[in-house]
């Protein structure tokens, strides 16, 4: 197995027990978000190797565990909105790259401003991230599911994604 790889699946180890709900749920998000990403990394040749992308977004949401969303078996004591810092504090402390530890801070909605997604890494995930939900059946959204889901949080949320979705589908 790739060395990047062994790095996330450690840190999943530790903070995800095996056998448990929240696991499986997300696991499941975080491979579909990975796979989405490289998906469109391959399809318009983006300049970032797989493993750094998979890497990233496997982790992206490592930090829901500290916060309270029982519907999806988080029964820590943070908003749920914290969990993109959270992660990244998390993954620092963990000693693993910068550019993960972003991801995860950034990836919230299209960002939470001043924590908007700034490499291409952080608005690849992002945007990946966002067709995919940890409730419900768990099924890829479509563009005009996404799009209302963030027009809830404001025009210039949509108008974000309305960016990320040109640049990662370029006609």
Known sequence: MDGTLCLTDSIIEKYYPAGTRLRDIFLMHARQVADEAVGIAR??????????IRAAAMLHDIGIFLTDAPDIDCHGSAPYIEHGPLGAELLRREGMPESWARVAERHTGTGLPPLVPETLLERL?????KFYSKSGAMKRKTLEQVEKSMLRFGPD?????RRLHSEFNPS
């Not at 399809?43 to 750094?52: D, K």
């Not at 995930?125 to 991230?129: F, H, L, R």
């Open 43 to 52: 399809r318009i040749g983006l300049p970032l190797a797989e493993e750094e």
């Open 125 to 129: 995930v992002c945007y990946a991230d």
């Open 157 to 161: 949320n949509l108008e974000r994604f």
